[in-house]
């Protein structure tokens, strides 16, 4: 009796949980219908509930550069020292947001205030910066600003990009500035090029039209380059231009007319202090030549021109210059050879290449007319296998066969093998040809004893 009373209690305890539905079934109660009226009558849905409050760090502030650039001014104010101006904004950079607002910040610093999109500089001069460097005295001082700049960057690295951007838009607007402030800016980023604050891509601004056509972009770039090349030397100055891809491109700063090679020599030459440049520049425009000939004897040879023909070609090229035939024949070379795409040959490139040098011949020994030239040509050879693994091991071959061709002489191979040869893989290529070298110094043993 007491299971049974337990039992009745624990179901009447429970019945409360289930769903009506399920109680109905239980009772043998049916669902009664939804009337129409009652469904209509039927309250909707309302929005309302807890309004959710936004997080802080999503919330969107109001973009105001004019307050940021009062703030600035104000901060430098009463600074006179460009040592005390570098700590004050460094120390001030924890209330002001320089992330939000670098490109204002470096507007303020470089010109004094914030940059129109035509280059016109915002503000009375009551809202201007007197503290900046198209303000500086003289060279020193803009060199100052110069390092006033490292040490923001320094101490705020995330500004580094921002620079770099900024002064690319600031060598857009050359033309809006003053000739004094862009005398001022052409030291400024000289400095800055010097000290690796930003790369040379800034420069590429120099090349637009308008700065070309007026000559603001050359004038501009002559006057960067002395301070420029008096800080670093002319190998930091290459190497910069050559990460930027702007040692090709120098003439583009030139009007249309007067970007001939002579020109342009003559321009660095008679502005004085770059002596160590037009060297580097007269350099690169042969290297430009020698690889238009390269480039020509390739053409002429793939087109099954006549070799007599290709000679005169390449030696009419050559009149207007002084290049040697030492210099030109590791072109030559290059040029020959470049007719074939060895990569596809691979398998067959050992004895198609030589069977390639071999129909090339009277080429190659149009300008080996030297003992220089004739070693020029056998190290040209020696790097062009090392660079090219499939002719590692045929390169004694290679020689053999110039050799016998008279386009190289003993003495040419000799010294070659003694002490002209490249160390790009001279262990391998000096042990395939000892065999070679012993057989020559023994032939010219054999006829001295005879004589």
Request: glycine share 6%.
């Amino acid at each position: 009796v007491l299971c049974r009373q337990t039992k009745g209690k624990k179901k009447n305890q429970t019945a409360h949980l289930q769903r009506p539905e399920q109680r109905r079934k239980k009772k043998g109660q049916t669902e009664p219908a939804l009337s129409c009226m009652s469904a209509q009558k039927e309250k909707k849905p309302t929005l309302t509930g807890q309004r959710i409050r936004s997080r802080k760090r999503d919330e969107k502030t109001k973009f105001e550069p004019e307050l940021f650039r009062d703030d600035l001014v104000a901060a430098l104010k009463d600074v006179e020292d460009i040592e005390k101006a570098a700590k004050v904004l460094e120390s001030a950079g924890q209330n002001l947001d320089y992330r939000r607002y670098s490109e204002c910040l470096f507007d303020v610093l470089i010109t004094g205030g914030i940059l129109a999109p035509g280059g016109e500089i915002e503000g009375g001069e009551d809202k201007l910066c007197a503290l900046c460097a198209f303000n500086a005295r003289d060279a020193s001082e803009t060199k100052q600003f110069a390092g006033l700049l490292q040490k923001l960057l320094r101490r705020y690295k995330y500004l580094q990009v921002q620079l770099e951007s900024e002064m690319e838009k600031v060598l857009k607007f050359v033309r809006a500035f003053t000739p004094a402030q862009n005398a001022t800016l052409a030291v400024l980023t000289a400095h800055m090029l010097a000290l690796g604050l930003v790369s040379g891509k800034p420069l590429e601004s120099l090349t637009t039209d308008a700065l070309v056509r007026d000559g603001l972009a050359l004038q501009f770039f002559t006057s960067l380059l002395q301070t420029w090349l008096a800080e670093s030397g002319i190998g930091s100055v290459v190497s910069v231009l050559k990460k930027a891809q702007l040692d090709g491109k120098l003439e583009l700063m030139f009007p249309p007319n007067a970007r001939s090679a002579d020109n342009i020599t003559q321009h660095f030459r008679q502005a004085g202090k770059l002596d160590d440049f037009v060297k580097w520049q007269s350099t690169q425009q042969t290297n430009d030549l020698k690889r238009g000939i390269q480039a020509s004897i390739t053409e002429m040879l793939a087109d099954d021109t006549d070799q007599p023909a290709v000679v005169v070609a390449v030696r009419e090229q050559m009149a207007s210059t002084k290049i040697t035939d030492s210099e030109i024949i590791p072109y030559v070379w290059q040029g020959v050879m470049d007719v074939l795409d060895w990569n596809k040959k691979a398998d067959m490139a050992a004895d198609h290449s030589l069977r390639h040098v071999k129909a090339n011949l009277r080429v190659l020994k149009a300008f080996a007319t030297s003992q220089a030239a004739q070693l020029s040509l056998l190290v040209k050879m020696q790097n062009f296998c090392y660079e090219n693994q499939q002719f590692m091991m045929i390169f004694q071959k290679l020689a053999l066969l110039l050799y016998k061709a008279d386009v190289v002489g003993e003495d040419a191979v000799l010294e070659w093998y003694h002490s002209g040869h490249s160390p790009k893989g001279k262990s391998v290529f000096l042990e395939q040809t000892q065999k070679m070298v012993e057989w020559l110094e023994n032939a010219e043993e054999e006829s001295e004893d005879e004589d």
